[in-house]
């Protein structure tokens, strides 16, 4: 395990679990000069850096946050292509994934992991104009529809 790697991806996994999203990582990650992982590739083999060395992305975040490699497992079959000919690659379902556990030294903790995909399953963004916020909004769902309630948007919650 290379050790100032796995300090950068336990610091995300701590920013997620502190309740930061992966936009805000990434914007914590720029202010701190953590170098990206291209960067960080090129800085380990002498190569020149990439004009933005610090600029993390969301989706490198996103990613980063739903590997099970940084916990000891080894994915296999994550795509196919149809034919050698083709460049194109299909991603697979979880199903169809051979997932073998403790193959390899994990960086993050099992239940570290676990709470983090929790939190990232029960996302919620507020609101960016409302004027007030319902406690349960995001989390309580309307029976009749299925909607997500919030400040009276599910139409049989207004009726009724």
């Known amino acids: 395990v290379d050790e100032e790697a796995a300090a950068v991806v336990k610091r995300i996994f701590d920013l997620c679990i502190a309740g930061k999203g992966p936009m805000q990582i990434a914007r914590t990650l720029k202010t701190e000069n953590i170098l990206t992982i291209k960067a960080y590739h090129a800085k380990q083999k002498g190569k020149t850096l990439p004009e933005n060395p610090y600029q993390w992305h969301e ?55 676990e709470r983090v995909q929790e939190l990232r399953a029960n996302k919620r963004r507020p609101p960016k104009k409302a004027d007030r916020q319902w406690l349960f909004s995001g989390l309580v769902y309307c029976a009749d529809c299925g909607s997500k309630l919030h400040f009276s948007t599910c139409m049989s919650f207004r009726q009724g």
Do not use: C, P, W
């Not at 795509?79 to 994990?106: C, D, G, M, P, V």
């Open 59 to 113: 989706s490198t975040i996103a990613a980063m946050l739903e590997r099970m490699d940084y916990r000891g497992y080894t994915v296999n079959f994550k795509s196919y292509s149809k034919s050698h000919k083709l460049k194109k690659r299909i991603q697979t379902t979880k199903e169809q994934q051979a997932i073998f556990r403790n193959t390899h030294e994990a960086i993050v903790e099992e239940a570290v992991f």
